[in-house]
């Protein structure tokens, strides 16, 4: 059974940092693809980065680009979310999604798997 596993989350100011974590455990993801999503209240989920691929190449929400930066861990089937210079409008709950294909995508719909969520606050 494939189970994904967020932390990380928690307060912080305007322009401070938090770095997200993603476990996978039941399966390895060391190609395929695994992204991060979030939901802020009364709005929809949206993507804001994926990671793909034996190169690991990544692809970013315009909102975030510039201030998130998405890796991995293949040794420990982790992937990380790291976000930076974080604004109110971040506030969120955010998720771990993991998939086995390796093609790219920002659709959640596209994705197999989900973790339960950490939530980001921001405050101003």
């Known amino acids: 059974q494939v189970q994904l596993v967020e932390s990380g989350g928690g307060l912080v100011q305007a322009g401070g940092s938090l770095r997200l974590s993603c476990v996978a455990s039941?399966?390895?993801?060391?190609?395929?693809?695994m992204g991060w999503f979030r939901q802020a209240p009364g709005k929809e989920r949206e993507f804001v980065a994926v990671i793909r691929g034996p190169g690991d190449s990544t692809y970013y929400a315009n909102s975030v680009k510039g201030r998130f930066t998405i890796s991995r861990d293949v040794a420990k089937n982790t992937v990380y979310l790291q976000m930076n210079s974080l604004k109110p409008e971040d506030t969120a709950v955010y998720y771990c999604?993991?998939?086995?294909?390796?093609?790219?995508?920002?659709?959640?719909?596209?994705?197999?798997?989900w973790g339960q969520g950490t939530q980001v606050t921001v405050s101003s």
């Open positions: 999604a993991a998939d086995s294909r390796i093609s790219s995508s920002i659709y959640g719909d596209r994705y197999d798997y």
């Open positions: 039941g399966r390895t993801f060391s190609s395929s693809r």
